[in-house]
């Protein structure tokens, strides 16, 4: 199998052309080239296949074989490769994924894509569409009761479900041993990814996530859209900040109408084939 490795602020996947030729079975894959020892190494695996509806489609698996329905970085990743590896000359290009149709604007400087703008459509507050099962139609600042210590959380959708808490300090926080404790907790049938927020300012905040299926990862591009709108609605920052994950920066805009968009770098890290 020929692949390409790509990263978006440090959220890596092994990207696989499939336009003329499917994986066979991508969820065992995905296991496979995740591997940081044994295999390539990566948080998960993302197909580039055709689309009836969109210029291409994507198909993205956590490092565990899980499917996932969105990924913010990845779907950056997928802008870059379409138009560096000839698949399309066009700047502006739609990518059909389980979450929805989202919309690109490519930024191009010396024939390589250097920024990828995404709209990554609209924040779901509404618990029965996350999933969450709580007592409240939205959970925002909702508090629940975690490995014996009670946090205040933010759940939103991005397609995929988020669940969003502001902490006084980042870097200090054991997320090893916290984030299983939420990705499994009762009241996300679904699982859920988390994010761990430190205000900075009102323009720039500090951002961990846990994503379930692959544990800690330097970034998370629906996670970083989740934490700008639970910014918003309690109030915390403005409608653009700047959001600084462990792997690099993403700039995210939250609209009135609930719209988030996000621009961000993505990297080619290398080309090679692996047996499968």
Not at 62 to 69: H, I, L, P, V
Not at 95 to 102: A, D, F, P, Q, R
Not at 183 to 203: G, I, S
Not at 232 to 238: A, I
């Amino acid at each position: 199998m020929k692949f390409t490795k790509m990263q978006g602020c440090g959220n890596d996947y092994i990207y696989v052309n499939c336009m003329e030729k499917m994986v066979e079975n991508p969820a065992k894959a995905a296991v496979q080239v995740s591997d940081r020892h044994f295999g390539i190494g990566s948080d998960g695996l993302i197909l580039i296949c055709p689309s009836d509806v969109a210029d291409f489609r994507m198909e993205m698996y956590n490092a565990d074989g899980s499917e996932g329905k969105m990924c913010g970085n990845g779907v950056r990743c997928i802008a870059k490769y379409v138009y560096e590896y000839g698949l399309t000359e066009k700047q502006q290009i739609s990518i059909e994924t389980k979450s929805g149709i989202k919309e690109l604007d490519l930024t191009v400087q010396d024939g390589k894509v250097v920024l990828v703008k995404v709209d990554m459509g609209k924040a779901v507050f509404t618990a029965s569409e996350i999933p969450a099962e709580a007592d409240a139609d939205t959970l925002i600042g909702y508090p629940v009761k975690v490995a014996g210590k009670e946090y205040h959380i933010t759940c939103v959708s991005m397609g995929n479900p988020h669940a969003v808490t502001f902490v006084e300090d980042t870097k200090s926080l054991p997320l090893e041993k916290i984030g299983p404790e939420f990705e499994h907790h009762k009241m996300f049938p679904d699982r859920v990814n988390t994010e761990f927020v430190q205000v900075l300012n009102r323009k720039e905040v500090n951002m961990r996530v846990w994503e379930r299926g692959s544990g800690e990862t330097l970034a998370c591009g629906t996670g970083a859209c989740a934490v700008a709108a639970a910014c918003v609605v309690n109030g915390k920052t403005e409608r653009e900040i700047t959001i600084h994950l462990l792997g690099g920066d993403l700039l995210l805009r939250y609209e009135e109408d609930g719209t988030v968009w996000m621009t961000g770098p993505a990297e080619v890290v290398c080309d090679g084939e692996i047996d499968i």
